[in-house]
Nanobody
Framework: QVQLVESGGGLVQAGGSLRLSCAASGRTFSSSAMGWFRQAPGKGREFVAAISVSGGNTYYADSVKGRFTISRDNAKNTVYLQMNSLKPEDTAVYYC???????????????????WGQGTQVTVSS
């Protein structure tokens, strides 16, 4: 089973930026769709962004569209989430998730995720 490790979280002021990274264990990364999800205090896990196996298609939650960008580097087995114009409501633990071979709208179903990272805390202050 693929192992995922997130990094890059931290404390930032509203309007600032952060770049999250998710490093995968290896062999199956190039055949896996990847996604970012977040969980705020008292709320369930929420879809943020996803990228297809090939990297040719990206998907975003309406709440982050135009502010966040997901990308992947298969040579480094890493997926990134560039977060700009951060808002206090973006505060959450951010998780990386992998779906082997992808699939239509898999990211809308947390139960379809094959493996999760441990999460990284993002806190946006006003």
């Amino acid at each position: 089973q693929v192992q995922l490790v997130e990094s890059g979280g931290g404390l930032v002021q509203a309007g600032g930026s952060l770049r999250l990274s998710c490093a995968a264990s290896g062999r199956t990364f190039s055949s896996s769709a990847m996604g970012w999800f977040r969980q705020a205090p008292g709320k369930g896990r929420e879809f943020v962004a996803a990228i297809s196996v090939s990297g040719g298609n990206t998907y975003y939650a309406d709440s982050v569209k135009g502010r966040f960008t997901i990308s992947r580097d298969n040579a480094k087995n890493t997926v990134y989430l560039q977060m700009n114009s951060l808002k206090p409501e973006d505060t959450a633990v951010y998780y990386c998730g992998v779906k082997l071979f992808g699939g239509s709208m898999w990211y809308t179903r947390p139960d379809l995720v094959d493996s999760w990272g441990q999460g990284t805390q993002v806190t946006v202050s006003s």
